[in-house]
C-alpha cells in the first residue's frame, strides 16, 4: 500500500531531551516536508526536501533539524525540545515537487513538558 | 505572503443534507488541494485540482483560477463527513503549501 508513515505517533517528553520522528514513503517521492498544526495558527511548513541531500527552511525551522540521506526517509530531529514545540506534527511527500499533489502521514502528537 | 481564505469557519449539517465550502486565495497558484481532517487528526487527500472540476462520489470540487477560488461540494452528507475541511495552494513561483484556516464540518444523525 502507498503510504507516508511516522514515528512514534504520540510522544510525551521533558524538556532538553533530544527526540527523532521518523517519516518513511514508498512511492519513490522527490519531495519531503515536515508541517506542525497549532490551535489558531493552522498548519505552517518546517523544513522541506527537493531530493537526496536537499534540504531547506520552512516558514518555521527555529529549533528543528532534518537530513535526508536516502530518498524515502526525512526525520525531523528536536536537538534540545522546549514546551513550545507541542504540538501535532505531519510529514507530507509528493512525486514531483511543491505543485504536484501532496500525500500526509497520520500525524505524530508531541508533548514536552 | 499569499492568502487563503475559507468561509463558513463553522457548518452543522443534518444528515443527508447538501453544502457548500468556499476557498479564496489571493495571488494566482499552481497547486490547490482540499483536505480532509478527521477527528482522530489524519489528514485526507481530497482533491488536487488547480483548475477545473473533479468528482469523487458524493465529493465533488470546482475550481476557478482566474477569479481566485475553489469550492467544495458535500452531498448527501453523513456523519463521517464530520471534521475539518483545508483548502491549501502553492502560489505561482512560490514552493510551499499555504493552508487556509479550514471548515469546521460537524453532521447529526
Known amino acids: 500500500e502507498a503510504q507516508v508513515t511516522q514515528n512514534p505517533r504520540y510522544l510525551i517528553t521533558v524538556t532538553g531531551k533530544k527526540l527523532t520522528v521518523t517519516c518513511s514513503q514508498n512511492m519513490n517521492h522527490e519531495y519531503m516536508s515536515w508541517y506542525r498544526q497549532d490551535p489558531g495558527l493552522g498548519l505552517r511548513q518546517i523544513y522541506y526536501?527537493?531530493?537526496?541531500?536537499?534540504?531547506d527552511k520552512g516558514d518555521v525551522p527555529e529549533g528543528y533539524k532534518v537530513s535526508r540521506k536516502e530518498k524515502r526517509n526525512f526525520p525531523l530531529i528536536l536537538e534540545s525540545p522546549s514546551p513550545n514545540q507541542t504540538s501535532l506534527y505531519f510529514c507530507a511527500s509528493s512525486l514531483a515537487g511543491y505543485t504536484d499533489t501532496q500525500y500526509f502521514g497520520p500525524g505524530t502528537r508531541l508533548t514536552v513538558l | 505572503g499569499i492568502q487563503v481564505e475559507q468561509s463558513p469557519p463553522d457548518l452543522i449539517l443534518q444528515e443527508g443534507a447538501n453544502s457548500t465550502l468556499r476557498c479564496n486565495f489571493s495571488d494566482s497558484v499552481n497547486n490547490l488541494q482540499w483536505f480532509h481532517q478527521n477527528p482522530w487528526g489524519q489528514l485526507i487527500n481530497l482533491f488536487y485540482i488547480p483548475s477545473g472540476t473533479k468528482q469523487n462520489g458524493r465529493l465533488s470540487a470546482t475550481t476557478v483560477a482566474t477569479e481566485r477560488y475553489s469550492l467544495l461540494y458535500i452531498s448527501s452528507s453523513q456523519t463521517t463527513d464530520s471534521g475539518v475541511y483545508f483548502c491549501a495552494v502553492v502560489r505561482a513561483a512560490g514552493n510551499k503549501l499555504t493552508f487556509g484556516g479550514g471548515t469546521r464540518v460537524l453532521v447529526k444523525p
Open positions: 526536501s527537493m531530493n537526496v541531500e536537499v534540504t
